[in-house]
Structures are given as structure tokens and as C-alpha cells.
């Protein structure tokens, strides 16, 4: 809902002040509107466009060389004045005459017409196109009679290229005519939106469904039909565009439009779905732009604009424009960009390993086997640990880590490498596949404690013990954590500790790592045990702050798995 | 929500995908992110940025010339992996050393961290630069553990400049660093976001209140609070900011920032109470912007930041730069404005008339008088009626209208104005002071039946009825409303033909008019009765398809209540 204003009576009058001083680059503020604050070439044709408010960039982001010379804004959702489109119109006029852009709304219709009517009684030659881009609102046999959305775009950067080409009026006029003609949308909304200072939302749309074609301003559309993945609903839009296709066309114009709260990003999957159906309908995709063009306040939908192009239509929508919402051409000249060498992740080639590095690889390949079949085991136990305090992903996370360290090191042991090669290789491949801090954390862990092993040297307990505390170290360095922050970092400190006295005390490793594993095992039980220290309801944030990390419990986990295979490995030897 | 997905697992690096095929122009797509499709000169230090998904433009629309030269995207909301920067880095690398640009937190300063060091250990100078403006997560003292918000773009913006404008690594890091520890920003938010494919929010706001400085990932803020109005929330962010503004700053730079569904004519009136405020603080603001540059999914807010400018900063901040989200620099080469000649509507001269035009001309002011004041009693009935099928504001609409248009009529006729150009003057302000459709159509109507009069002539009844007929045609041909669409053309047909038909009777005016204005009711009567076609909950919908409209009955009414003043006139006379 609309939430930031101070009184809903002054909204579109404050927000459009507001816009125009943010903007000053490109527009100044006139009663009711913007002009450009920039001039054209005396005679140039100017492109006023307009409507009303709650739809920007509609109108007033338009407005800059290459696109509008002015935008009047009415009210939100109401049109503007005749005497407003008239007044600014005379400001803006350069003496070529002038072309008035509106969507095909009664309201914009009847203020805009009139205004025109006034404008040519007083001498000045002005044109009307109203857009009718919008399918959803009626049949193609009465398209005179459809709304516009988010196809005004379109059609007003054409015409504003052609004014900006220097053509005339009755020029600019054919071409805004025909990219109209050959400009159609079809929108989708999954929720509505609510006026500032209203208690209610204007119209809405029933949760899990979505209304086909509903209209910017909640009129009706055709259907509503429960919400589809992305793949169908690129499907049931682009068909139902393709549809209206005019023989022997080859390439489009692409606007795919954000209402408001569907964003950026969905709108980027979604058009990836669009981009291989039109690609499949063998339309080359000229210049496509998606964001938020037309919007409806905070509507929740899109819609996909295409215009036909031919050779006049694709020159002036991919000419040059520069205003707050849509920029074409370059503001920086760059040449084009060098070939990239490699997407790899750097070189898989190991150096050359002794034979007792070879064998201290595949031992840690082998305790990598062991973590990572018990860490899939525990992997729905860690899951529910970490869903208390966080996302409840620790247990996944922390199985496909511990996967792709064995296949990394399955690999390294395969292509001859050392000790230190294979446990670096995995601490890579963990930290990459896992994902999130913990990922990074293994990561960062094994590759330090890697640093104290060699591919030549046969895995002494003394370099064991080194590379524990360099793997510490680099975590609370890196990490920024410390004691007491409820982090693995709680466990791993007891078990370093643990592991350097017992080896002090001349321990074998087998016995001192199992010392230091009880040790971090009891203090990753201590951190289960921490009251929640906030009530709020927010996991993320508790999280950060005093809630339980299960990290404390997998590394213990980790420490006592890998204690039973050294044990294990050393009955057997 | 996010509602447009196919497998919610592979949501980040789908938009990825679709971002890199939409803007090719400025990127071209590598695994786990985006470098610039154009190349820097050789020997640029690379700016490199990146975090989690979910964020967008943070942190792809972020990569073109000026600004960065690649991004990094992790999976939504999580880190990219050590590897992928790594691999990006090597890719991005110009010679001249890396910036790595991205948000204070724990998962991207660890990866961020440790692809640095791998890259140092391949012989690439690295340097990190974690941009820590959240004012609401750390104190002052310990501003280093702030948390990165829209400072991001604040301070890649201005790294980004410095490396265009050739400066060493060791430079550009200098001014990364000391743009950072100019940057400050505050959040409020209004409302959560839904993770793709989740059933429930990640996090919420309790309806009505705002939590101040939560963080774009749910992070604990200050408080919640209720909802305060848009100068209330600029106090409240602009005070805070200022309560850091060090010693000697008169300049600062801006941006404000929207979450997601926070939306642009929302931020621009916000924009102008923030505005306000730093010019009472004596600070010049260079080169704003309001808009969505850190966005949470569909997350409700808002947050500012500001940069504390000195004459290095600010040749960076405005310097050009060119990539999805922003541009500076003008691509079009432009002059300055033109001097506005008049931001009037148009010349308040009247022709001169004739004693006969001028008693015609007050006879019309006394109609708008008693039509007026008729329609200030009926303004609630009107309204009453109106909100059955529309927005409830009919009746506000039309006494408005009619007092603009009595006001106009005032100041004609003591101008000495006739009768043509009183009518006329009272129907562009009505048009202009009563907005939407019915305000519009009455101003048409009225200056439609203007131009039967005459300045010079008394008001003979034959021009009154022709007029009638004009302004009939003029709201049928620009309104495009026909009988039987329940407009004020189902009561206006009935009115101009009974006129018509008692007139060539030979029936005086009065008489006449009384009989038309008779026939106007019944027929506006029978349209309060028509029964709803549609039983959808969509008031805008409705009104535009088969709802009773309220325009049928006040322009009878209207009618009516001229017919009394001529009826009572002529009983004067």
C-alpha cells in the first residue's frame, strides 16, 4: 500500500515537486507538469505526453532529448486538466507543432481532445495519439478501442525519435500512428493497489490467483486462473501477442513491465522463458528493455509490450534518448570488450606428489568419505538445529559442501596429488558448492589447515596439529568471530586446545584428536543449550545476535566422525 | 511476494541470465556473474562488486563505465562463493590491480576476504573496500561492524570514477575507503519479503508500524514505531544522518532509496521534506537520486544515505558513468532551457461586448450562482449515489466545478465580458477546477454551447437551443459516450431534443426549457435503476461498464434548476 505521504489530497502534486527537483537535469517544474529543462532545435515538433498520476516513469520520466518535451500529470489515476495539457502545451510548443501522447481512457480522451481543439483555435497545429497497445481490453476488430499501458513507452520514444530527427508534424504524427498500430501488450496482475490515504485497496485480486489483462487502474480484464511458474506464464503471454503477429515480421521492440511490486528480478526470469519463445517463433529481439515503465503504484504484476518493427520503426527505437527512465546511447565511448581467456576456475593441474603425499591424500579422501556420509545421515538433525535460530539450511549446506569436497578430492587423488593439494582442493570445492558463511567458513578452514601439510612429506601428527590452529586462526581473522558468539568458532577453539595439549603431552594423534573432539563436542552442546536472548520474529536477525548456531554442533560432529576413522585407520595399521 | 519463478533453486542465477541477455549493451554474463561487455582502457584498476541476490540493480545493474567493471551474484540473499569472485576477478582484470566493492557482512567479507588472498597468492593486487553505512547497526564508535546498505552504490559509484579517471590502486582504494567513511544511511521499513517458493515471509513489520533500521535481510533494527507521515519520517531520517555530519560539510550527495515496494511518487514527496530539511541545515545537495538501487525482493521501505562531500568526493560523485541503473553525463548533446514566456492559461482579455452581451453575460453568472449553490446541497446526495458504482467523489467533483466556473463568470463579466466569453471562461474553469471525466465533459459541454452565443447580441432563445445541440454533439463526439451507456448523455439526448421539439412549437424558452428538463429526469431516474451487470468487487471496473452513473442525475438536476432561474426570471421580467 501507499505509505509515505502527508496529505493524500496533495500526493501527485508533492511527488511530481519532488520529482522535478531531484530531476532538475532533465526537467523544470511548471504548474501541473514538467518540460524539458534542456532545449531542442527551434522547430522541432515537441511530444507532450500525460495522464494521471501513480504511474511513474509514466509520464513525467519520460521527459528528456530523444523522447518527451513535457509531461502533464493529473491527479493519481485522474487525468489532468484540459487547461493544464493547453498551458503546458504553449511552453513547450518550438514552433514545429505539437504531438499529444495519452493512453485511451475517457477522461485522457476528452482532456486531451479539447485541449488540442483550443490549442489549433489559437493557431497551434497539434495531433492526438491516444495508445491502444492493451489486448486484454478488446477485440482486435474494435483496437481503436483498447486501453494503453505500458505500450505508451513505445510509441512516445518513437515519436520523440522522429521530432528529434527532425521530422515534421504530419510526419511525426504517421509514424506515432502506424508504431501504435503495430504496438500490443498483455498484462497480468497478482494483487492490486490502494490510493494514498485510503483504508482499502482500490481493486484486488484473489491470493494464489491471477487476473489476465486486469487494467492499470483495476479495470476488468478477461480471466482469472491460479498463478503458473514462469515458463507458462511467459507462454500464455507471448502466445497471446504472437497471435495478433502481421505477416512477414522478423524482429520486435520488447518492453517487459514491472507494476510495482514484482521486481527486477522476476521480471529477469521471466524473461529468459519469453526471450526462447519468441527466439522459437524466429523474431530476432531488437533493443528490449524490462523494469518498471508503467507502474500502478504498488500493483503487484507485469506486462509484455511488443511492436512490430520494420526498417523506419527499429531506427527510431533504437535511436538515442536520455531521460529518467530510458537511456539509449552511449554517455561514455568504449570499444568493445576483450575476449575473455578462461570461465574456469583456475588451473586443475596439481603439482607432483610424493608417494607418501599421494598416500596422505588419499587418507584425507578417505576421512572426507566418512564426514560426508555422516553429515548426510545428520544432515535433517542439523536442518532442525539451525531452523530454531536461522533458515534451517545448515544441514543441506553442509552435505553439499562435504560432497564436493570428496568429488574434489576424488578427482585430485585421481590426477596424482599431494596431501596438502587434495585437502586445498576440497576447502575450494566446499566453500564454492555449499554456499552462505558456513560454506565459506569450511572452506577457508580446510584450505588454512592445508597450508601446514605438504605433497611430498608423509601427514605427521605434528603438522596435523600446526594446521588446526593456522585453520583457527584464519577462521576468527577472516570471520571476525570469537569465543562466546555462539559460532563454530565456540567448538573449534576447545578442540584446538584440546588437540595442542594432548599432542604436547606426546599423545598419538589418534588419541589426542579423540580428546579434542569430546572436548569441542561438549562445548557445541553448551551452545544448544543458550536461551534465546530476543523474542522477536525475525530468524535472520536472531540469529546474528544470540540464538544457538548449529555450525558449533556439525564442526563437533565433523571432529568426533573424523576421530573415529583416525582411530580406526590406526587399528588397522 | 515473489511470484514469478520456475525452480526456486535456481532463481538467482535465472534473472542472472535474463539481466545479461536484456543488457547486453552492458554486460555480458560469466559463471556466478556479469563482467562489462566493453572494455576500460588497459592498466584500469578493476572495480569488481558484488553479495547476495535479491537485490537488484545491487549488484549487476551496477557494471558499466565509470562504475564497475564486473559483478559477483550470490544465490538469493547468501554470498557469492570464494571461487566465483576469484574466477570473476581474473576474468575483469585489466592489469592494474582489483577493488573488491561490496556490503559489510559476515558471508561476503569471509568469501570476499579469502578470493582476495588467492588472488594475491597468483600475483593480482587485490584490495577490499566492505562499505559500512547503516548508521541503525553499530554505533559510531564501531562504525567498522556497520552493516552496507544503499551506501554501496555511493561509494562503487565513486570508486568507479576515480579508476575511469586512471588513478592507481593504491588511490582508488584511498578514496573507496575514505568515500565510505563518508557515507551514511538510514533505513525504515514497512513491511518484509517472501524468498522465492516460500510460504511464508522471511520476515514481517506488524501492520501500522515501521521498524527503524531493519535490515535489507530481516537484520534486528532500533524500534518499531507507528507509522508517521511523510515530513515526520524525513525528520526522523534526515536528523539522524545529521547528528554524524562531521565538522565543516556543506555539500552532500544522495541517494534515496526504495526496498521494493516503496514506490517512486513516495520517495519524490518524501524527497521533498528531506529536501527541505538539508537546505535548513545549510547543505548543498549535489546530483540526488530517489529510486530503487538496494531493493529487498518486494520489501516495504525506505532508506537514505548521504555522503559528506569535499571537492575530491564530489568530482567523483558527478562524474559521468553509464551502466543499467545509473547514468550520468548527457549521451545527447543539449542547450540550455528556454526562458518560459507565461505560466498562465492563456489570456484573461475578453473581446470587447456590447450592452446586450454584458446583460446576457450576468444573466449566465446568475445561473451559475443558483447551480452552484444547488449543487453544494446536493454534493453529499451525489455523492452518495456516485459511490455505489464509482470513487464517490461526484458530488465533490461538480460543486467544485461549478464554483470555479461561477468564480470565472465573476471576473469575466466585471471585466465587461458578453455572454459567449462569460460561458466560455466559466466552462475551462470548471474542466480545470473539478478534474476527472465529469469535469471535463462539463467544461466541454459548456464552451461547446458558448459558441451559439454571442458578445454583442442579447441571448435570444434560438441560440440558447442551437447551443444546446452543439454542446450535445461536442460531448457525444469527445467523449465517445453514446444513449444507453449510462452517462450524462442518457439525460442530455432526452434535454436537447425536448428543447428542440418544444422550441419549433414555439414554446418560450422557460416554458420549453422546463418541459426538456422534465424529460431529463425521467431519464435519469430510470438509469439509478438499472441493476449491476457485474458482480465482481473492482469499483473503477464496474464504473466503466454497466453501473448506474451519477452524471445522468446531476445534469438533471442541473436543468432543473436552471429552468426554475429562467422560469422565475422571466416572471421578473
Same mark, same amino acid.
Not at 39 to 62: D, T, W
Not at 125 to 142: F, G, L, Q
Not at 209 to 220: D, R, S, T
Given at each position: 500500500?501507499?505509505?509515505?505521504?502527508?496529505?493524500?489530497?496533495?500526493?501527485?502534486?508533492?511527488?511530481?515537486?519532488?520529482?522535478?527537483?531531484?530531476?532538475?537535469?532533465?526537467?523544470?517544474? $511548471?504548474?501541473?507538469?514538467?518540460?524539458? &529543462?534542456?532545449?531542442?532545435?527551434?522547430?522541432?515538433?515537441?511530444?507532450? $505526453?500525460?495522464?494521471?498520476?501513480?504511474?511513474?516513469?509514466?509520464?513525467?520520466?519520460?521527459?528528456?532529448?530523444?523522447?518527451?518535451?513535457?509531461? $502533464?500529470?493529473?491527479?493519481?489515476?485522474?487525468?489532468?486538466?484540459?487547461?493544464?495539457?493547453?498551458?503546458?502545451?504553449?511552453?513547450?510548443?518550438?514552433?514545429?507543432?505539437?504531438?499529444?501522447?495519452?493512453?485511451?481512457?475517457?477522461?485522457?480522451?476528452?482532456?486531451?481532445?479539447?485541449?488540442?481543439?483550443?490549442?489549433?483555435?489559437?493557431?497551434?497545429?497539434?495531433?492526438?495519439?491516444?495508445?491502444?497497445?492493451?489486448?486484454?481490453?478488446?477485440?482486435?476488430?474494435?483496437?481503436?478501442?483498447?486501453?494503453?499501458?505500458?505500450?505508451?513507452?513505445?510509441?512516445?520514444?518513437?515519436?520523440?525519435?522522429?521530432?528529434?530527427?527532425?521530422?515534421?508534424?504530419?510526419?511525426?504524427?504517421?509514424?506515432?500512428?502506424?508504431?501504435?498500430?503495430?504496438?500490443?501488450?498483455?498484462?497480468?496482475?497478482?494483487?492490486?493497489?490502494?490510493?494514498?490515504?485510503?483504508?482499502?485497496?482500490?481493486?484486488?485480486?484473489?491470493?494464489?490467483?491471477?487476473?489476465?489483462?486486469?487494467?492499470?487502474?483495476?479495470?476488468?480484464?478477461?480471466?482469472?486462473?491460479?498463478?503458473?511458474?514462469?515458463?507458462?506464464?511467459?507462454?500464455?503471454?507471448?502466445?497471446?501477442?504472437?497471435?495478433?503477429?502481421?505477416?512477414?515480421?522478423?524482429?520486435?521492440?520488447?518492453?517487459?513491465?514491472?507494476?510495482?511490486?514484482?521486481?527486477?528480478?522476476?521480471?529477469?526470469?521471466?524473461?529468459?522463458?519469453?526471450?526462447?519463445?519468441?527466439?522459437?517463433?524466429?523474431?530476432?529481439?531488437?533493443?528490449?528493455?524490462?523494469?518498471?515503465?508503467?507502474?500502478?503504484?504498488?500493483?503487484?504484476?507485469?506486462?509484455?509490450?511488443?511492436?512490430?518493427?520494420?526498417?523506419?520503426?527499429?531506427?527510431?527505437?533504437?535511436?538515442?534518448?536520455?531521460?529518467?527512465?530510458?537511456?539509449?546511447?552511449?554517455?561514455?565511448?568504449?570499444?568493445?570488450?576483450?575476449?575473455?581467456?578462461?570461465?574456469?576456475?583456475?588451473?586443475?593441474?596439481?603439482?607432483?606428489?610424493?608417494?607418501?603425499?599421494?598416500?596422505?591424500?588419499?587418507?584425507?579422501?578417505?576421512?572426507?568419505?566418512?564426514?560426508?556420509?555422516?553429515?548426510?545421515?545428520?544432515?535433517?538433525?542439523?536442518?532442525?538445529?539451525?531452523?530454531?535460530?536461522?533458515?534451517?539450511?545448515?544441514?543441506?549446506?553442509? &552435505?553439499?559442501?562435504?560432497?564436493?569436497?570428496?568429488?574434489?578430492?576424488?578427482?585430485?587423488?585421481?590426477?596424482?596429488?599431494?596431501?596438502?593439494?587434495?585437502?586445498?582442493?576440497?576447502?575450494?570445492?566446499?566453500?564454492?558448492?555449499?554456499?552462505?558463511?558456513?560454506?565459506?567458513?569450511?572452506?577457508?578452514?580446510?584450505?588454512?589447515? &592445508?597450508?601446514?601439510?605438504?605433497?611430498?612429506?608423509?601427514?605427521?601428527?605434528?603438522?596435523?596439529?600446526?594446521?588446526?590452529?593456522?585453520?583457527?586462526?584464519?577462521?576468527?581473522?577472516?570471520?571476525?568471530?570469537?569465543?562466546?558468539?555462539?559460532?563454530?568458532?565456540?567448538?573449534?577453539?576447545?578442540?584446538?586446545?584440546?588437540?595442542?595439549?594432548?599432542?604436547?603431552?606426546?599423545?598419538?594423534?589418534?588419541?589426542?584428536?579423540?580428546?579434542?573432539?569430546?572436548?569441542?563436542? $561438549?562445548?557445541?552442546?553448551?551452545?544448544?543449550?543458550?536461551?534465546?536472548?530476543?523474542?522477536?520474529?525475525?530468524?535472520?536477525?536472531?540469529?546474528?545476535?544470540?540464538?544457538?548456531?548449529?555450525?558449533?554442533?556439525?564442526?563437533?560432529?565433523?571432529?568426533?566422525?573424523?576421530?573415529?576413522?583416525?582411530?580406526?585407520?590406526?587399528?588397522?595399521?
Amino acid at each position: 500500500m501507499t505509505t509515505i505521504f502527508d496529505d493524500p489530497a496533495q500526493f501527485a502534486a508533492t511527488a511530481l515537486s519532488g520529482f522535478a527537483a531531484l530531476y532538475a537535469r532533465y526537467v523544470r517544474p $511548471v504548474r501541473g507538469g514538467v518540460l524539458r &529543462s534542456t532545449s531542442g532545435p527551434e522547430g522541432k515538433v515537441s511530444i507532450v $505526453v500525460g495522464g494521471g498520476s501513480g504511474h511513474y516513469p509514466a509520464f513525467a520520466g519520460y521527459v528528456g532529448p530523444g523522447l518527451a518535451d513535457a509531461a $502533464v500529470a493529473g491527479d493519481v489515476f485522474a487525468s489532468p486538466s484540459t487547461a493544464a495539457i493547453a498551458r503546458i502545451c504553449r511552453q513547450a510548443d518550438n514552433g514545429g507543432g505539437i504531438l499529444l501522447g495519452f493512453g485511451n481512457y475517457a477522461g485522457d480522451v476528452l482532456n486531451f481532445g479539447v485541449a488540442a481543439e483550443r490549442l489549433r483555435a489559437e493557431g497551434i497545429d497539434v495531433r492526438i495519439v491516444p495508445v491502444t497497445d492493451d489486448v486484454a481490453s478488446a477485440s482486435v476488430e474494435t483496437s481503436a478501442k483498447r486501453r494503453g499501458i505500458a505500450g505508451d513507452l513505445v510509441v512516445f520514444k518513437i515519436a520523440g525519435a522522429a521530432a528529434e530527427a527532425g521530422r515534421s508534424l504530419d510526419e511525426v504524427e504517421r509514424i506515432a500512428r502506424h508504431a501504435n498500430a503495430r504496438t500490443v501488450s498483455f498484462g497480468v496482475a497478482f494483487g492490486g493497489c490502494t490510493l494514498p490515504g485510503a483504508t482499502h485497496p482500490l481493486f484486488t485480486v484473489a491470493s494464489g490467483q491471477m487476473a489476465l489483462g486486469l487494467g492499470i487502474h483495476g479495470e476488468p480484464g478477461i480471466r482469472d486462473e491460479s498463478i503458473v511458474s514462469a515458463s507458462e506464464l511467459a507462454r500464455l503471454m507471448t502466445d497471446r501477442l504472437l497471435s495478433e503477429r502481421p505477416a512477414g515480421v522478423h524482429r520486435v521492440g520488447v518492453v517487459l513491465n514491472g507494476l510495482g511490486a514484482t521486481k527486477y528480478e522476476e521480471l529477469f526470469v521471466l524473461w529468459t522463458a519469453i526471450a526462447k519463445r519468441l527466439a522459437d517463433a524466429e523474431l530476432d529481439v531488437i533493443a528490449p528493455e524490462a523494469g518498471e515503465f508503467v507502474t500502478s503504484l504498488d500493483m503487484q504484476g507485469c506486462s509484455l509490450s511488443l511492436i512490430w518493427l520494420d526498417d523506419e520503426l527499429e531506427t527510431f527505437w533504437t535511436a538515442p534518448c536520455d531521460s529518467p527512465v530510458l537511456r539509449r546511447g552511449a554517455a561514455i565511448a568504449t570499444s568493445p570488450g576483450r575476449d575473455i581467456e578462461t570461465d574456469a576456475d583456475g588451473p586443475l593441474s596439481f603439482p607432483t606428489a610424493s608417494p607418501d603425499g599421494k598416500r596422505g591424500g588419499i587418507c584425507i579422501k578417505r576421512l572426507l568419505e566418512a564426514v560426508t556420509q555422516m553429515l548426510r545421515d545428520a544432515e535433517d538433525e542439523l536442518g532442525r538445529l539451525d531452523a530454531r535460530a536461522g533458515d534451517g539450511d545448515h544441514g543441506q549446506g553442509m &552435505s553439499r559442501g562435504a560432497s564436493a569436497a570428496l568429488d574434489a578430492a576424488t578427482v585430485a587423488t585421481a590426477a596424482g596429488a599431494g596431501s596438502a593439494s587434495v585437502l586445498a582442493a576440497a576447502g575450494d570445492a566446499w566453500a564454492d558448492r555449499a554456499g552462505g558463511t558456513s560454506g565459506a567458513i569450511w572452506g577457508l578452514l580446510l584450505r588454512a589447515w &592445508s597450508t601446514a601439510l605438504s605433497d611430498h612429506d608423509p601427514i605427521y601428527d605434528k603438522a596435523v596439529v600446526a594446521g588446526a590452529r593456522l585453520a583457527l586462526d584464519s577462521v576468527c581473522r577472516l570471520g571476525g568471530a570469537k569465543i562466546g558468539d555462539k559460532t563454530l568458532v565456540d567448538a573449534f577453539v576447545p578442540f584446538v586446545e584440546g588437540l595442542e595439549t594432548a599432542a604436547n603431552a606426546g599423545k598419538p594423534l589418534p588419541i589426542a584428536w579423540a580428546e579434542a573432539a569430546s572436548a569441542a563436542k $561438549v562445548a557445541a552442546e553448551a551452545t544448544k543449550n543458550l536461551a534465546p536472548r530476543l523474542g522477536r520474529a525475525r530468524p535472520l536477525a536472531e540469529k546474528s545476535i544470540g540464538h544457538p548456531d548449529a555450525g558449533a554442533v556439525s564442526l563437533a560432529m565433523i571432529a568426533g566422525c573424523a576421530g573415529t576413522v583416525l582411530v580406526h585407520a590406526e587399528e588397522h595399521a
